[in-house]
């Protein structure tokens, strides 16, 4: 089956440590997004990709780093400067990003105490 | 992108047809409407969207106004799995989504 896969589902961590969070698609699309979404809220967006080995920054970008060295593996490092890292972290591609429609991963709830 | 506002909660009967608005006043030409739901700590699933057109597919329609100042995604025939999140987005195909708070529409027996 095609789709996007996100690991963990849950996720705890000390503060102070980075985190890698993991998205990988097997649908062939060459766009990549992170959003994150806090309680009650919507998403908001942390990074995103066109294509491979590019990458922009969203609305909320301090905090967190990426790469995209293929095209089916998106991951999402946030560090220590992260003031508020708890929240859930989607994961989400498009065929491309002119393209209308993105799929979404299951999520990671990160938690950090 | 144009601002959404909808309301933030809803109720409709299991079987019964749910309509959900969304205003987006300030919507300009080549700004399209999506439809998201997000079931409870899932990851949003894309329902529909539309330019001009009303859109119809195998889960809800969208009736957008002449205007194309507001629109409205009917289930028609709601189940209570169909208890989620909606949200109401417009963007360019190029941009990236701006999803709001939704309105959260609870189906009930």
């Known amino acids: 089956d095609g789709g996007i896969t996100q690991s963990p589902k849950y996720l705890f961590r000390k503060e102070g440590q980075n985190v890698t969070l993991s998205c990988e698609q097997n649908?062939?699309?060459?766009?990549m997004y992170w959003y994150r979404q806090d309680p009650g809220q919507g998403l908001r967006l942390i990074y995103y990709s066109q294509i491979v080995n590019d990458f922009q920054k969203g609305d909320i970008a301090e905090g967190y780093s990426v790469s995209r060295e293929k095209k089916e593996s998106f991951p999402l490092t946030v560090t220590s400067a992260q003031k508020n890292p708890t929240a859930f972290y989607l994961c989400?591609?498009?065929?491309?990003?002119?393209?209308?429609?993105?799929?979404f991963g299951p999520g990671t709830r990160l938690t950090v105490t | 992108d144009a601002k959404t506002t909808q309301p933030p909660s809803m109720d409709c009967a299991e079987g019964r047809a749910a309509n959900l608005p969304c205003n987006h006043s300030?919507?300009?030409?080549?700004?399209?409407v999506y439809w998201y739901r997000q079931i409870h700590s899932q990851g949003p699933q894309y329902i529909i969207h539309g330019l001009k057109n009303n859109e119809t597919n195998e889960m809800a329609s969208l009736i957008i106004t002449e205007d194309r100042k507001s629109s409205t995604l009917i289930l028609p025939h709601a189940t209570l799995r169909d208890t989620a999140v909606y949200y109401c987005i417009v963007r360019v195909p190029n941009n990236d989504m701006r999803f709001g708070a939704g309105t959260r529409l609870t189906v009930k027996p």
């Open positions: 649908l062939n699309h060459d766009a």
């Open positions: 989400a591609s498009s065929i491309g990003a002119l393209s209308y429609e993105q799929y």
């Open positions: 300030t919507i300009s030409g080549n700004e399209y």
